[in-house]
Structure formats: C-alpha cells, structure tokens
C-alpha cells in the first residue's frame, strides 16, 4: 500500500450543495466576484457561465464556439474570464461558453478543465468535496482505504469505466455528477430488448443546457455489476444522447451514470491521473465481492 503525502493533508475542504434537481454545487467567485452556486460537472469537457452572470459582471465577449450537448452541437457565444475560483479551484484564463441560467439551473458549470490532473473526493455523507494533487501510484492510498476501486480510461478528458455489465452484455460507464439522473445510449437499450422480448418503457422529455428538447425511454434496470459492485434497481432512460456520439460510444452500449447513482455511495474518489474510480459503501454494507447497493425508491 502506498501512503499518501503531505500534500493531501494541506488540501482544502469545501462544503457542496444539493440542488433542487439532486446535483452538486459548489460556491465560485467569478474575477473576485461574491460567490455563486455552480454545478460540479464531471461529464462537462469545459466550464460554463451563465450569460446574465457574464452580462452583470461586464465580461468581455470571446468568440462563438461549438458546444456539444445532450440534444446535439449548437454555436453558442463565450466569455472571457480572468480567474474562477472556489475554495480548492482556482482557473486562470478561462474562455467559458455562455448559456441562459435558466437552462443551466445554476450560475454555470465547473467542466472538467477545472478538474483534470488531480482527485475529485466526493463525500456524501458530509457533503464535501476535496480536490487533490494527484500522483502517480500503484497501490491504493489512504483516501481509497475501504474503498472498491475501479480501473478507468480517459476520454476527452472524461473517465471511462469499462468493467461493467448487464445482462452479461459489456458496458461502459461515463461518470457524468452534472446529471440528475443516469441516461443509457440506443445501443444498450437495442440489445436488452433482443434479450427480453418484454421490456417495458414509460416515454420522456428532458431538457438540454441550451433549452431543447430530447426524446427518452424511461424504464428500471434490474442489476448494473461495475467491478464487483452491483447496483440494483436502477432507473434508467435511454435516449439518442448526443454526448456518446461525442465520444465515439453511439455504437456500443454506454451508460452516463449520474448523481441519482453516485449518491448511493457514503464516498466517490475520482482519481483523474492514475484513471482509477473508488467506490464507498454505505455503512454496514460488506466489501465482500460482487457487493450489492440497493436504490431506495
């Protein structure tokens, strides 16, 4: 096992919120701004400012840019921004892509330009997040103690988990905490239903960053296994999610696992350099393997 160094010990601890819609926001200040919610959003490749934020704080107007969303790609205006800062951030030099709040559903987003190179530590318990220098290591550190950990890729900048299953079909995860809710691809949902010739569906509509609309299958997925995890009775929508077209993963089954999962867990450590996920059980649930974590409906 390989310890921690000090450098984890000098790491600043902020409280994060719940919002109205189950994700995390965190308090950020925008050029030395007072402090506004943003969502933490590890399925976001670049942070995000809402436009009547950008508007107050008179920022100056950067170029349009091409933002791809969960409905598809739209050109979208930007901003550009000196500093975004919380109590562990701190980005220098930010061209931000704009959107209208009340798509948003807070005062911008903290993408994963924010992120990338060290170790998110969601705490759901005491409803923190640490972010850690992070370093190359083989064994686990102190942090992942008790912990299952999950081997990852990258991906533009996302984290990837390829080590789970439905069904005995092979699926990769996109950890995805700006999401409300998980969301399966096209691909996934196709190959269930040759396996179950009764697979039941409810239709839905959600609504994108930037106010359209996407078309959804909305169903209960029995059993998702992630390296040992298993996690049951998931609510599941699959939708033509223009994110896993981003990806390359259209044509594969994928899932974005959103914050309705991750708060399962008492802890989630994203480890961004090494790729690697950890997992925490809610107390009193054994780490014996193939470990079960039952969603409470």
Do not use: C, W
Not at 63 to 88: E, H, K, W
Request: glycine share 8%; charged share 25%; net charge positive.
């Amino acid at each position: 096992m390989t310890p921690d160094t000090a450098s984890d010990v000098a790491a600043i601890t902020e409280e994060f919120g719940i919002d109205r819609s189950n994700r995390m926001t965190v308090q950020v200040r925008v050029n030395g701004s007072d402090a506004v919610p943003f969502i933490v959003d590890t399925g976001a490749e670049r942070t995000v400012i809402a436009n009547d934020l950008a508007r107050k704080l008179a920022l100056e107007a950067g170029p349009t840019l091409t933002l791809a969303t969960i409905s598809g790609r739209y050109q979208v205006n930007s901003f550009f921004i000196d500093s975004i800062s919380t109590a562990s951030v701190n980005l220098q030099g930010v061209e931000a892509p704009g959107l209208e709040r009340a798509n948003l559903g807070a005062y911008g987003l903290l993408g994963i330009d924010s992120l990338e190179d060290n170790r998110v530590h969601l705490d759901f318990v005491q409803q923190t997040m640490d972010v850690l220098p992070s370093r190359k290591t083989r064994g686990k550190t102190k942090l992942e103690n008790g912990m299952i950990v999950v081997q990852a890729r990258r991906k533009a900048g996302r984290m990837i988990l390829s080590s789970a299953r439905i069904d005995g079909i092979k699926v990769d995860i996109i950890l995805d905490t700006g999401a409300q809710s998980s969301m399966a691809n096209v691909a996934l949902r196709d190959k269930l239903r040759r396996r179950h010739r009764v697979f039941d569906f409810i239709p839905v509509k959600m609504r994108s960053v930037t106010g359209t609309i996407l078309n959804g299958d909305y169903t209960q997925i029995r059993e998702i296994e992630v390296g040992g995890l298993i996690i049951k009775d998931m609510p599941m929508t699959f939708a033509d999610n223009y994110a896993f077209t981003a990806l390359n993963l259209q044509d594969r089954p994928a899932i974005l696992l959103g914050m309705d999962a991750l708060k399962l867990f008492d802890r989630v450590l994203i480890d961004f350099s090494n790729r690697r996920v950890g997992f925490d059980p809610p107390k009193g649930v054994s780490l014996e393997p193939r470990t079960r974590v039952a969603l409470a409906l």
